[in-house]
């Protein structure tokens, strides 16, 4: 990788973490979270939910192959990273941690963010921005 393409994925890799994005005005309050709680367990019984606040919606900037791919899988090209992990049932993340989502399988009311085995409960409103893929799975 030449020294300008090293610069290049950095800036890309700050600007997914550093600049804010577009406000996105879903996720549930957190006087509604064990409401939605509840609901994510009767919807999803085989998965744990993890909730998170201070989150960022990522519209993964992906090439049609991969895309093609993503859908085959039915997989949507969409990631959350979460500053704050407030709960997670699978006891993976305490609370304060970080998280970086997998890609999204079904988004339902508003706030319920469904990965391939997580459920990931959003609270409060969030930021909404595209990232590359190579930065979004830079993070593990």
């Known amino acids: 990788m030449s020294p300008l393409d090293s610069l290049d994925k950095l800036e890309r890799t700050s600007s997914a973490f550093c600049n804010k994005g577009d406000h ?3 996720g549930c ?3 509604d979270v064990e409401k939605y709680r509840a609901l994510s367990h009767t919807l ?3 998965k744990k939910v993890c909730i998170v606040k201070n989150w960022l919606w990522w519209d993964i900037d992906v090439p049609k192959n991969t895309l093609d ?3 085959q899988n039915r997989l949507h090209p969409v990631m959350v990273k979460a500053d704050t992990v407030i709960e997670d049932e699978a006891g993976r993340f305490h609370y304060g941690d ?3 989502t997998s890609f999204l399988t079904k988004f339902t009311d508003n706030c319920i963010f469904e990965t391939k085995n997580t459920v990931y409960l959003l609270v409060g409103s969030g ?6 893929l190579d930065v979004a799975l830079s993070l593990f």
């Open 127 to 132: 930021m909404r921005k595209s990232v590359s």
């Open 29 to 31: 309050s957190e006087d």
């Open 98 to 100: 970080w998280v970086r």
């Open 44 to 46: 999803i019984l085989s």
């Open 24 to 26: 996105f005005d879903v």
């Open 69 to 71: 791919l993503l859908t």
